[in-house]
């Protein structure tokens, strides 16, 4: 049976002939830039996301990029951000000719670790350059996001939220005593989405958006989006060509609606995998190790459960990965190692950065494997995964 990582065209069947009629009134518009199609968009995902503003830009690269240009990050400031993530989070930080400062991240979930963060503070001489802080909402899931933003306030940094693949997780955030949940990007300074085609929204190509609750900032990132114009041809600053195409925000306005039954079919799909591996003994047995929902039991004691985790990608830790992924390659099962190499280890970076330890980071690095996890799997190819696993560690 062929299992792929992902099947975008599963999803599309329902979707196709609302999304081609959208599409179709673009072209034949011929507003092809920016215009109402954007903004109502725009007001959609700000709904969503329980902010302020959206910024609907080109990608999610640009939107991390154009988040840090708002709040003046430039040459001589650090950005204290996680080695372990997809390169656009350090190439943002290195256009703008800021330096990256590595904390290692939490073994259990992914994300950055708010403990290190506060002990870098503590101890590092160079602390005082840090200007902003860049939690990556890796796989789905929130940092701890309480502690930094704490840390945040302590030490004065503005906080960039890298959800690219987090639109729509939420997370408990104690406030003055009171815990409520938050959405994704709803809690830093500005929460950045990717909507590359396999995010949980993903468009008919590349696209990404910016949430601002603060206006004034919220309105220099959209300065910025257009080159810096404002009003058109007067540049007080410098921006980009960072204008999300209207093109994709109509399909995505499409998909939108549907995104909270898609996170709940992701997590539906997490937990028959957990019951599945755990039925095999490969968890008791240390051969594998499953993915950890860390606000889950938080999520269990409020009426209307609360998309703790959306499963962007459903990771485990792997014995012998290489050689488990090269096996399910060739029984047709997608797989993908997010990521091989972690960020101070990139070959782009100076001696000094591939010289850091970051053993977390490093051992994620080495043991972890994505499986597929999309909405429209069925219980027998959920199955057949699982058991293909286990008959690799039986042979």
């Known amino acids: 049976m062929r299992v792929p990582l992902l099947d975008l065209r599963e ?202 609750n603060d206006d004034e900032l919220a309105k220099k990132i959209k300065i910025i989006r257009v080159h810096g114009g404002e009003p058109k041809y007067h540049h007080a600053v410098i921006g980009g060509n960072f204008r999300l195409d209207p093109i994709q925000a109509v399909a995505l306005k499409v998909k939108l609606p549907h995104l909270p039954d898609w996170h709940k079919a992701r997590r539906e799909n997490a937990k028959v995998y957990n019951r599945l591996f755990e039925q095999t003994g490969l968890v008791a047995s240390g051969k594998i190790k499953l993915p950890v929902a860390v606000y889950a039991d938080a999520a269990a004691q409020i009426d209307t459960t609360p998309d703790y985790h959306i499963y962007n990608q459903y990771i485990i830790r792997a014995e012998e990965r290489d050689q488990l992924r090269d096996y399910l390659l060739k029984a047709e099962i997608g797989s993908e190692i997010y990521y091989p190499i972690p960020l101070h280890k990139q070959k782009c970076m100076e001696p000094q950065y591939n010289a850091l330890s970051m053993p977390e980071a490093e051992k994620a690095a080495a043991e972890t494997l994505a499986l597929p996890i999309y909405p429209e799997l069925t219980d027998e190819m959920l199955t057949h995964v699982v058991t293909t696993i286990t008959e690799f560690y039986r042979q």
């Open 11 to 212: 999803q599309l069947k329902p979707l196709r002939d609302e999304i081609v009629r959208e599409v179709t009134e673009v072209i034949d518009s011929t507003s092809y830039v920016m215009g109402d199609k954007v903004e109502a968009f725009e007001r959609d995902v700000s709904a969503y996301c329980q902010t302020r503003h959206s910024i609907g830009v080109t990608s999610g690269t640009d939107a991390l990029l154009a988040s840090l240009m708002g709040l003046g990050i430039g040459p001589g400031d650090s950005v204290l951000t996680t080695p372990y993530t997809f390169i656009a989070t350090l190439g943002c930080i290195l256009r703008l000719g800021a330096r990256p400062v590595f904390v290692d991240i939490d073994p259990v979930s992914f994300n950055i670790d708010p403990d290190k963060i506060e002990q870098f503070f503590e101890d590092e001489a160079g602390a005082q350059k840090v200007k902003a802080i860049i939690p990556v909402h890796l796989y789905g899931q929130c940092a701890d996001m309480t502690k930094i933003m704490a840390l945040a306030k302590r030490y004065g940094v503005a906080v960039v939220e890298d959800a690219a693949q987090a639109i729509g997780a939420s997370c408990p955030m104690e406030e003055n005593g009171v815990l409520t949940w938050k959405r994704a990007g709803s809690m830093g300074d500005t929460g950045c989405f990717s909507f590359f085609p396999s995010k949980n929204l993903g468009g008919i190509g590349d696209g990404g958006m910016i949430v601002v």
